[in-house]
């Protein structure tokens, strides 16, 4: 194992030592030496290191006074003490506050290499764990939503992560998120250094897809010059995401079921068994009960996929999310756009949660793109109204004055929403009769 980028700060105010140490691990690390505590402490505490060779006593001070501040110091490194003075009380004082290792001076340069490499090794793996750590931080992170449906799938996600080898069905309408999900259980499983392979069954004519999927050797087509490996073994020791399982006609959908029951296949045109380790994820927004009862799914290969299921609701099952949404995905457009922020006020957000969604978050998305270009945001209940939009902090005065008629649509809008669209407690809440209610709903086009 190389390290390279590995980087040393040696505290040491013996010159000769100082050069030799300096002389033998300059040339194999990045080094910075400092020769007393105070630019020690100001170096350790403005630059990452990986480990510090840290003398006791220093003429400014005590070599603790370093060991001290180095589990908050950027990239916690490791210390190795070194000193002239041998005290046991005082190695064990330092081992107890955290240093790796004891040296008495003079020390011999092969066993400092040894600790020194230890140590190493214990920082390029904790490095990895917290790299590891933030993937998976990330890969949850991505799903916006803090409803108990979206909740209840991060669960789910984390679980199933958990269990490598489980195939998993992910059902939902067109833009409720599969394909994130599908992402997500990949990043947080043990397969996440392996490929994620997706496979779009319903771009690739049916003619085609058993040899994306499984490949094939030489001369098994009459323009076949060379064999060519499949998805699936591009995939290998991965996930195999295939997306839009329902469009598999039911030659493909046998030879997959094989492969799922025995994790092995056959190159077209092969005769020799591949094996291949890989999970498989299949995603589907179609009828899976209705393809069963008239047999264009075949039930055995639904059960071999449905193994755990994760069903994604879609945006108007889980409304409370929609704003967290709109807010994210306009913040990221106006950034990405390099331009200010816009506000979503109360009347756009009660608009847009009365709204159906039928293309749920990819619809959102583009919307919110869409709004960040144009500053003005569409009008999706019919009523022919767009929003002009405000800046975040930046609007003019005029853009934030509102007419009463605005104000009323707002309040009347949010206060039926949030009474869950009872009529009968929103006119009551809002003191006016169900008919007057009944006619401006009618009016701003919410029903
Ligand atoms: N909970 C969520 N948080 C943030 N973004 C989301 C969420 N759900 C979906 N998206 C975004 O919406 C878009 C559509 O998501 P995705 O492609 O995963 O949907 P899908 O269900 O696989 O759609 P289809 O069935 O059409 O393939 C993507 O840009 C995705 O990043």
């Given at each position: 194992m190389s390290y390279e980028n590995a980087s040393i700060l040696i505290v040491e105010d013996d010159l000769t030592i100082g050069e030799h140490l300096v002389g033998h691990y300059g040339s194999l690390y990045s080094v910075v030496w400092c020769s007393d505590i105070a630019s020690a402490i100001e170096t350790v505490s403005s630059h990452t290191f990986d480990l510090v060779l840290l003398d006791m006593h220093l003429p400014d001070g005590e070599g603790t006074q370093v060991l001290q501040i180095l589990p908050d110091a950027p990239g916690s490194p490791q210390a190795i003490i070194l000193t002239a003075f041998p005290e046991h009380q005082m190695a064990v004082r330092t081992i107890k506050m955290g240093a790796l290792d004891y040296l008495e001076k003079p020390f011999d340069l092969d066993d400092l290499d040894l600790i020194v490499a230890k140590a190493l090794q214990q920082s390029y793996s904790r490095q990895k764990l917290a790299l590891g750590d933030r993937q998976r931080v990330d890969a949850l992170d991505s799903i916006k939503g803090d409803s108990d449906a979206v909740n209840h799938v991060k669960e789910l996600i984390s679980t199933i992560a958990q269990s490598p080898d489980t195939t998993v069905l992910i059902t939902g309408?067109?833009?409720?998120g599969k394909e994130l999900v599908a992402q997500a259980i990949h990043e947080l499983s043990?397969?996440?250094?392996r490929p994620i392979v997706r496979v779009n069954c319903a771009a690739l004519p049916s003619s085609l897809i058993e040899a994306e999927l499984f490949g094939y050797e030489k001369g098994?087509?009459?323009?076949?010059?060379k064999s060519r490996k499949g998805y699936i073994e591009m995939a290998a020791g991965g996930t195999l995401f295939l997306d839009?399982?329902?469009?598999?006609?039911l030659e493909v959908q046998s030879k997959l079921l094989r492969f799922l029951e025995a994790k092995t296949f056959t190159k077209i045109g092969g005769e020799r068994e591949i094996q291949v380790d890989v999970r498989v994820i299949a995603a589907t927004n179609r009828d899976m009960a209705r393809m069963l009862e008239d047999k264009s799914f075949r039930s055995d290969l639904y059960y071999r996929l449905n193994v755990v299921q994760i069903n994604l609701p879609t945006l108007r099952e889980r409304s409370g999310d929609i704003s967290t949404l709109l807010r994210h995905y306009i913040t990221h457009y106006c950034q990405r756009m390099g331009r200010p922020v816009l506000e979503l006020g109360a009347e756009i957000l009660a608009e847009a949660t009365a709204y159906?969604?039928?293309?749920n978050v990819r619809e959102l998305r583009n919307v919110a793109e869409r709004t960040a270009l144009l500053g003005t945001f569409p009008s999706l209940l019919g009523d022919g109204r767009t929003h002009q939009m405000r800046q975040q902090n930046g609007d003019s005065t005029e853009e934030a004055f509102k007419t009463l008629a605005d104000v009323e649509r707002e309040l009347i809008i949010a206060t039926y929403h949030r009474l869950q669209k009872n009529k009968t407690r929103t006119a009551e809440v809002l003191g006016i009769n169900r008919v007057t209610l009944r006619k401006k709903l009618e009016e701003y086009g919410v029903q």
């Open positions: 309408e067109t833009g409720t043990a397969r996440r250094s098994a087509y009459t323009d076949a010059k839009e399982i329902g469009e598999l006609g159906h969604w039928p293309g």
